[in-house]
């Protein structure tokens, strides 16, 4: 079983590192390969919605998001981490998912599906605020997401009322759901 994480925040170390980090340690407990890409630390354009695009469903711009392409395809789970930012998605996770807007156009439009087999798919968000509709903006669009590669969502953790930086583990009870979530989803 491959998991592959994939953080959406800019903090290194803050409270949404930090929970993907539980949930790939729980997805290990269960003897799953983990690996995590942190979206910050790539280099990577935001989709340009391209005049000329190839029709495989792969996206042209040349630049350091190209590999997660292969990674996510390789991966039998996706687990997605992000913070909320303005009632969404973080700017890190949004601009990864728009680039996937060509494997979208290919599944929808042209009917080639360039991620071909099923996967599992699970959803870790932190908020400072209390606002429920906050949480179901994002996974309105990490769902959306989970459709175009073909990851079926079967996982969330949704923590509210979180904000300083490493708050989250003063709260072992949050971690542990963290944990368990990556265990759970790591069981064929």
């Known amino acids: 079983m491959n998991v592959l994480g994939i953080n959406g925040s800019p903090r290194i170390g803050g409270n949404t590192d930090v929970l993907l980090d539980k949930a790939l340690e729980g997805a290990r407990s269960s003897g799953a390969q983990t690996e995590k890409i942190v979206l910050n630390q790539l280099r990577f354009s935001p989709c340009q919605e391209c005049q000329e695009i190839r029709d495989d469903g792969t ?35 949004k601009m990864m998912i728009d680039r996937f807007q060509c494997a979208w156009r290919a599944k929808y439009i042209l009917k ?75 069981v064929i």
Not at 63 to 86: H, N
Not at 143 to 154: M, P, R
Request: a neutral charge; aromatic letters at 10%.
């Open 112 to 186: 080639k599906d360039i991620f071909q087999r099923q996967r599992k798919g699970g959803f870790i968000s932190v908020e400072a605020t209390t606002r429920k509709d906050f949480f179901a903006n994002a996974k309105s669009i990490v769902k959306n997401f989970f459709l175009t590669i073909n990851a079926s969502y079967q996982e969330e953790l949704f923590c509210s009322g979180i904000d300083e930086k490493g708050s989250i583990l003063k709260s072992p009870d949050i971690l542990n759901k963290a944990f368990e979530l990556g265990k759970r989803i790591a």
């Open 59 to 93: 996206c042209i711009i040349e630049d350091e998001l190209q590999p997660l392409y292969r990674k996510i395809d390789e991966a039998d789970i996706i687990i997605l981490a992000s913070p909320i930012f303005f009632g969404s998605l973080s700017a890190q996770a």
